[in-house]
T-cell receptor, first 115, second 115 residues
Framework: AQKVTQAQTEISVVEKEDVTLDCVYE???????LFWYKQPPSGELVFLIR??????QNEISGRYSWNFQKSTSSFNFTITASQVVDSAVYFC????????????FGKGTLLTVNP | GAVVSQHPSRVICKSGTSVKIECRSL??????MFWYRQFPKQSLMLMAT?????????EQGVEKDKFLINHASLTLSTLTVTSAHPEDSSFYIC???????????FGDGTRLSIL
């Protein structure tokens, strides 16, 4: 069975702080895909990144960066210089052939960035 | 980027009413669409997987006669909540993907309130 663990239920930071959201996953498949989605208070889900299991390069996109470590089965997400608009629930998601490519969601981390 | 349109965004209706929610992929052909339900402060729960031209596959515990899904074209899937009751009140989100390991792109969700 597949599993995604986001141990941090809620995080609260002050604007301009850096924050890292943790994600640990479990799968028996050697080929799999990891995603991060953002869900702001308005409810829509916004796709942030996709990573396949063969690409361990870390990625940076503006203030966002992702650290994929297969050795520890982790796919952590860091926001640098956080802003109030970053306040949202962030979901780490896993999919693979073993799950018929259905998405396995973590429980989400609620990030609150205070001014 | 890929856009998924979900309509309506909010529905308030009386118990016993049937409610139809539409999900459209605007700029790509969605071979597969998914319907999720989300309770407050919880993660998304997959209800069913819908492939164009075939019957939807429902997750365990989801009543197929209660939640009717139709995927008549590569750009449109509908979810009908039949004879809705207050316990059906929830946030319903659809998603669509172009290919089997492509990211799912989500609609903005529908807040359903049954009085």
């Amino acid at each position: 069975a597949q599993k995604v663990t986001q141990a941090q239920t809620e995080i609260s930071v002050v604007e301009k702080e850096d924050v890292t959201l943790d994600c640990v996953y479990e799968t028996r498949d050697t080929t799999y895909y990891l995603f991060w989605y953002k869900q702001p208070p308005s409810g829509e889900l916004v796709f942030l990144i996709r990573r396949n299991s063969f690409d361990e390069q870390n990625e940076i996109s503006g203030r966002y960066s992702w650290n994929f470590q297969k050795s520890t089965s982790s796919f952590n997400f860091t926001i640098t210089a956080s802003q109030v608009v970053d306040s949202a629930v962030y979901f780490c998601v896993l999919t693979s052939g073993g799950s018929n490519y259905k998405l396995t969601f973590g429980k989400g981390t609620l990030l609150t960035v205070n001014p | 980027g890929a856009v998924v349109s979900q309509h309506p965004s909010r529905v308030i209706c009386k118990s016993g009413t049937s409610v139809k929610i539409e999900c459209r992929s605007l700029d790509f052909q969605a071979t597969t669409m998914f319907w999720y339900r989300q309770f407050p402060k919880q993660s998304l729960m997959l209800m069913a997987t819908s492939n164009e031209g075939s019957k939807a596959t429902y997750e365990q515990g989801v009543e197929k006669d209660k939640f009717l899904i139709n995927h008549a074209s590569l750009t449109l899937s509908t979810l009908t909540v039949t004879s809705a009751h207050p316990e059906d009140s929830s946030f319903y989100i659809c998603s669509a993907r172009e290919g089997i390991n492509q990211p799912q792109h989500f609609g903005d969700g529908t807040r359903l309130s049954i009085l």
